[in-house]
Structures are given as C-alpha cells and as structure tokens.
C-alpha cells in the first residue's frame, strides 16, 4: 500500500520520465511533420535516430530525434503548452538544459543496470504499477489529442479576439508613478502637504521623514493595471485621483477609508500594446485551447450519456472512510483538476 501512495504522489514527475524513454511516438509529431533545429555533428551518430548527443563509455545513449521527441512529449503532456508551438520553438539554451536532465537520467538508469535492479522483485512489481498508470495516462492524452487536433481557428477568429482584448495585450505600461503619505489625521495630511514638493524623489525623501504619517511607493498605476491575484496596486480612489491630475508631476489629496493621502503623480504614459502579428501564435493557442475545454465538455457529456455510469456514494458516506479535517482543508483549497493532474500527470 506504501508503495501504490508514493506512485501515486509523485505519479506526474515519473510518468513523463518513463515517457521521455518509452518511444510513446503516437503522441508526438511524425518526423516528417516536425521541423528538427539542426545540431552541431557530434562524434557518433545513430543511422536511425539521427545525431548522437550523449554516450556513456562510448555507448551512444540520446540521439537527435530521441532528444526531440522527449521534448515534444513534455510539451504535449501539460495542456498549457498545448498551441504554444513544439520543440522546434524553444530556444537553444532551454534545449541545452533538458539534455542535461536527460543525461542525469541517463547515468541513473546505467548505474541501476549495471547493478541488476531490473531483477529486484520490489522493482518488477512496480514497474507493472506504473506501466498501468502509464497505459491510462496515455489513453487519456490521446482521446484529448484527437479533439484539440480537431479544432481550427481562423484569422477572422484571432482578429475578433485581438479587437475585443487588445487591453490584456500591454506591451508597455502607460499611466503615472505615485507615491503617497497616509494620515490619520487630516489636518496632519494638509500640515504635509503645504511643504510637499512636487519632483518625485524631493517627495518621497521628505515623506519617509514623515512620522505622522506611512509612506507608501506604488510604483506605475493605470487605469486597468493590477497587481498579483487581480488585487489593486493602489486604492481606486488614489489612483483615480492620481490619473486625475491636470498638471505633472504634482501633488494631491484625497480620502480613502479613514485615512487622507498626499501623493505624487509623476511620468505620464500613454499604455503601449502589441500589434496583433507581433503575437497571433499565442492568440491563436489561447482561442485553440479555450475552444478545447469546451469540446473537451461537450465531448464527456456525450460520453455520460452514452455509457452507464453508477457511483457507490455510500463508500463516500460511510464514518470510517471521512477524510481527516486537515487533509479536507487542504483538498478545498485544491482544485479537483490540479489533483487529477498531480496522480495521473496529463
């Protein structure tokens, strides 16, 4: 039971590592299709598999259409990467340091062959373990593969998207520098103000002098711009205030909850955004891979209606098997896809 729990929590990590080395290629790109970078000729090369990039002791290991493959299969296991081009686009440098993954790995299993782990009855029987859960990770990618093959997206569909979204496209960010000091008091904020210089950093030095009041730097505000998690940089009415200015830089007031802030606005920009060719490949994998959910839904309903499905809800009802409240609270905060993810790896 040991045994299936650590398969099981560390199921992602081992199922791509077993699929680097399976020859999986049904999922990958046919070699006639994929566009190989070409690498520097090695030493050896393998007629069949192109280039060798790696051997131990003189025994080629990893050859050029391996390596490739490897990669296509990584890429093709996270559904985020979907549309996002395949191994051929990443850059030379991330190749390089997948190889050495590959090369650790590499000496990992010539080590365990050379000491007979292959014949370790603990090692057999996981390796069955294991294989089953490759077998239904598979099956999964390739009945999720055939429908996002499936999907096609138009450049009418791309530019509908880019003209109806082009604020999330933000290539530079447009808006003010603020800074403020937050009083208590607003007779304190107005004592401040009336000595409060307008260049940006005689401010914030005489601001962090400041002790009736706390200094805050919110760097560059607009008026779409947000911080980590969609919370705002700055107060709405402080930034409002702040986009409000007619003159910059400059100083103002304003009230926000309890407190009165002075502020400085300074450095006006216009918000710069990426012109739709600079970034239709990546428009068009976000449209392919929100258009895949969507099939993908489709596709499990029709399923559900098509296969009898029974669920023994008692198992879930019954005392001895209720989850223990810390392990609950953690699956709360845990969505039921990124679970599935971390025991199946798709």
């Known amino acids: 039971m040991k045994t299936t729990n650590m398969l099981l929590t560390h199921g992602s990590v081992m199922i791509i590592a077993l699929s680097l080395f399976a020859g999986c290629g049904s999922l990958s790109k046919s070699s006639k299709d994929e566009k190989i970078a070409p690498v520097a000729q090695a030493p050896n090369a393998d007629s069949d598999g192109g280039t060798t990039l790696c051997s131990i002791n003189g025994k080629p290991v990893i050859n050029e259409s391996d390596f490739m493959k490897s990669i296509t299969q990584v890429l093709q296991a996270n559904p985020f990467w979907r549309g996002a081009g395949g191994a051929d686009a990443l850059?030379?440098?991330?190749?390089?340091?997948?190889?050495?993954?590959?090369?650790?790995?590499?000496?990992?299993?010539a080590d365990a062959q050379k000491n007979n782990v292959e014949k370790d009855p603990a090692f057999t029987k996981e390796l069955e373990e294991m294989l089953k859960l490759v077998k239904r990770s598979l099956l999964v990618q390739f009945f999720e593969k055939r429908i996002f093959d499936s999907i096609e997206v138009t450049n009418?569909?791309?530019?509908?998207?880019?003209?109806?979204?082009?604020?999330?496209?933000?290539?530079?960010?447009?808006?003010?520098?603020?800074c403020s000091v937050a009083f208590d008091s607003e007779s304190a904020a107005d004592e401040f103000k009336a000595k409060a210089p307008s260049d940006m950093q005689a401010f914030e030095k005489l601001a962090k002098q400041e002790t009736a009041g706390s200094?805050?730097?919110y760097g560059r505000v607009s008026k779409d711009a947000r911080g980590e998690a969609g919370v705002e940089i700055a107060p709405k009415a402080l930034k409002n205030a702040a986009l409000g200015l007619k003159d910059f830089p400059g100083v103002g007031k304003v009230k926000v909850g309890k407190q009165f802030h002075i502020f400085c606005a300074a450095d006006p920009k216009e918000t710069e955004f990426f012109d739709l060719d600079e970034i239709r490949t990546q428009v068009e994998g976000i449209l392919k891979n929100n258009q895949f959910r969507d099939k993908l839904d489709e596709r499990l309903k029709s399923l559900s209606g098509s296969y009898e499905v029974s669920i023994n809800e008692d198992y879930f009802n019954t005392k001895e098997q209720e989850t223990p409240q810390g392990d609950a609270d953690q699956m709360d905060n845990m969505s039921l896809e990124d679970e599935m993810d971390s025991v199946v790896g798709a």
């Open 91 to 109: 850059p030379l440098a991330i190749k390089r340091k997948f190889l050495d993954e590959m090369v650790k790995q590499e000496l990992i299993i």
């Open 156 to 178: 009418s569909d791309i530019e509908k998207h880019y003209k109806e979204n082009k604020d999330r496209y933000v290539k530079v960010a447009g808006g003010v520098l603020v």
């Open 215 to 217: 200094f805050n730097d």
